[in-house]
């Protein structure tokens, strides 16, 4: 069976000439269906980058990037948005909320374009809530939530449309200790159900949570630590 | 995905931020209301002064002393003047009204108020300006071989001096001299820039003993036999007024047919309509801008949650769909209440001014605020929905 992620030899320049930043500098990375995997490493050497590349928010400047087998290299931007939607859960540090509405909502958004129908949108939508323990505020917006229930929101979202990876970008940069472990706790079980997750993370005990650890120096993986 | 879904996203999205799109709906209606109701404010304008006119006749000439010119001298318009265009030499004018006009002040009881024209004429005056008595009599030949006090009030004059009261019988003061109401002209109604009804008739004898004295008549006022020997009126007036006036070269007087007055006066709200048009053209581009403004604010701020959209696997289509729909809504929305607004305002009196609706102008001030709130609000939406998910979501 083919590894979830395969990327190859990836390489991301923002901007040219003198001012040109190499974010990513030929980064290769194997990525196994059901892995949990922690991404760290200083600020600046490309672990957002590399994290949007795998989520297909954003296009390396070249390299190729497998995702369940397919090169995503080949893929329009119409067939991205569908990659987006069907394989890919995301969490950002800033929880990206649509503001002004519901939580309920906001879970519900990935399904509508995917054209899951009104009913079975609303169930999966209440079920993804129930499982990250909100099923108390699904009319809440997002400004009526804390930063921990945004957060969880936000998972709710990712996963609701049980895609093939979760990725995380400092999910538990903005949250304080208990929101973090509530967050955490959410994720390990996410892993348990066998779903693969990528997180990206500066604390140790966080890392921890995960079954393999990734080091990014300068653009490239340093070392891999078990 | 299915379009009923875009539009209900559209529809939350107005929702979810009343204020905002209570502002563009405002920006919107103020936009179109305002060019719906000065167009219609300028064309109430010139038609009530093209109906005023209208209303008068087509058949009169007006005969007026020309100011002096270099070398020529300049002889008054004189009764006997007027007498000499009725006869056998000019088969074609059925009267000649002498008339000598002036403001005076009025008063009855306590009141007083000051009749922007006082006219002294003859009879014949009231067939050849189309005015009939809505109470009482007018004056007769009679009353001006005696020179009798007495006069004909316009309908302003008489609910300004007689509110409640009926006039005719009643004496009144005119510049202190005691004349008797004996009948009250039927509305002529506002011309839009000057009031019709604001007026006063009197023998033209009475008149010239109490305000004008016996100078140059103001004007002579021909009634031809009809308005096709207009032509050959004129051309007889004017052969027995040169030869009585001994006229060489410039005339020192000057003849304006009905036709002529129209002319002159269409002109000028012509010009009023495209002075008006023009304040509309301006308001309809301010309007335009502040509708472009908070399109552009609208769309702006939600750059960020385009990228989420795109981020949880919106297509770009679906995208554009829900910011173009709800454009649309806006646009529509806020085009239709500028449209009543503006229907609305058009139904009181502004200034003085009766406006008319021009239909073309609801369409037009509808379709160029629709055009541009679409437009705005779609075509930065389109643009955000090209980037990639990242950018927009780091927008600021
Ligand atoms: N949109 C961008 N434009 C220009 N430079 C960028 C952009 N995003 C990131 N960078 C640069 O790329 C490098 C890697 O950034 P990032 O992947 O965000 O690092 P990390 O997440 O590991 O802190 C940094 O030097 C950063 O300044
Ligand atoms: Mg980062």
């Not at chain 2, 403001?103 to 003859?122: C, L, V």
């Not at chain 2, 009599?137 to 007689?162: C, E, H, P, Y």
């Not at chain 2, 027995?240 to 070269?249: A, D, P």
Request: a neutral charge; proline letters at 4%; charged letters at 15%.
């Amino acid at each position: 069976m083919s590894p979830v992620i395969e990327v190859r030899n990836l390489r991301k320049t923002y901007g040219a000439g003198d001012t040109a930043v190499h974010a990513l500098r030929g980064l290769d990375l194997t990525v196994e269906k059901g892995e949990y995997i922690a991404i760290m490493g200083a600020s600046g050497s490309g672990k957002s980058t590399l994290l949007n590349i795998l989520g297909c928010l954003d296009i390396p400047t070249s390299g190729t990037y497998l995702l369940d087998g397919i090169d995503t290299g080949d893929f329009d931007e119409e067939q991205l948005s569908l990659l987006r939607n069907r394989k890919i859960g995301f969490v950002f540090q800033s929880f990206n909320l649509v503001p002004r509405t519901t939580a309920l909502a906001n879970v519900e958004l990935p399904l509508v374009y995917a054209g899951v129908r009104r009913a079975q949108r609303r169930e999966r939508a209440l079920a993804a809530l129930d499982l990250v323990g909100l099923k108390e505020r699904t009319h809440h917006r997002p400004n009526e939530l804390s930063g921990g229930q945004q957060q969880r929101v936000a998972i709710a979202r990712a996963l609701v449309t049980s895609p093939a990876i979760v990725l995380a970008d400092e999910p538990t940069g903005n949250l304080d200790t208990d929101s973090s472990r509530e967050v955490m706790a959410i994720l390990d079980r996410l892993h348990a159900s066998g779903r693969t997750v990528v997180l990206i993370t500066h604390e140790d005990e966080v890392a921890a949570h995960a079954m393999r650890t990734i080091r990014v120096v300068d653009g490239r993986v340093a070392g891999v630590l078990v | 995905m299915r379009l009923v879904e875009i539009a209900a996203f559209a529809v939350r999205g107005l929702t979810a931020n009343k204020m905002r799109s209570g502002l563009t709906t405002l920006g919107i209606l103020i936009g179109v209301a305002s060019v719906i109701l000065l167009i219609a404010v300028g064309n109430g304008a010139s038609s009530a002064v093209q109906q005023s006119i209208a209303g008068l006749g087509t058949n009169i000439l007006t005969i007026s002393p020309q100011r002096a010119q270099q070398g020529s001298t300049v002889k008054p318009l004189t009764t006997a003047d007027a007498a000499a265009l009725v006869g056998p030499d000019s088969p074609d004018v059925k009267y000649a009204s002498p008339v000598v006009s002036a403001q005076a002040t009025a008063g009855y009881g306590g009141t007083s108020y000051a009749i922007s024209q006082f006219i002294g004429t003859d009879p014949h005056y009231f067939e050849t300006t189309n005015s009939g008595v809505a109470q009482g009599n007018l004056f007769s030949d009679n009353d001006i071989q005696q020179a009798r006090k007495v006069v004909v009030i316009g309908a302003t004059v008489a609910t300004q001096l007689f509110p409640g009261v009926d006039p005719v019988g009643k004496s009144m003061l005119v510049n202190n001299i005691p004349f008797t109401v004996v009948g009250v002209l039927a509305a002529k109604g506002s011309s839009g820039l000057q009031d019709a009804d604001d007026m006063a008739v009197a023998p033209l004898t009475t008149t010239q003993n109490a305000l004008t004295g016996y100078g140059s008549l103001t004007q002579i006022v021909v009634q031809a036999r009809s308005a096709d020997a207009l032509p050959n009126a004129q051309a007889q007036v004017t052969t027995i007024l040169n030869g009585r006036h001994k006229v060489s070269q410039t005339a020192d007087y000057r003849i304006l047919s009905q036709d002529q007055l129209l002319t002159a006066r269409t002109a000028t709200t012509e010009t009023f309509t495209v002075l008006l048009a023009s304040v509309a053209a301006i308001s309809l581009l301010v309007g335009g801008i502040g509708i472009t403004n908070i399109m552009l604010v609208t769309v702006t701020e939600r750059i960020r949650e385009i990228g989420i959209r795109k981020a949880v696997g919106a297509p770009r289509s679906s995208i554009l769909g829900q910011f173009l729909i709800e454009a649309t809504l806006l646009s529509l929305f806020g085009g239709a209440l500028g449209v009543a607004a503006g229907m609305l305002g058009t139904q009181f009196t502004i200034a003085g001014i009766k406006p008319v609706l021009v239909p073309s102008s609801v369409l037009l001030a509808f379709a160029v605020s629709a055009l541009i709130g679409l437009f705005f609000g779609s075509y930065p939406a389109s643009r955000a929905a090209k980037l990639r998910p990242i950018e927009a979501l780091r927008h600021e």
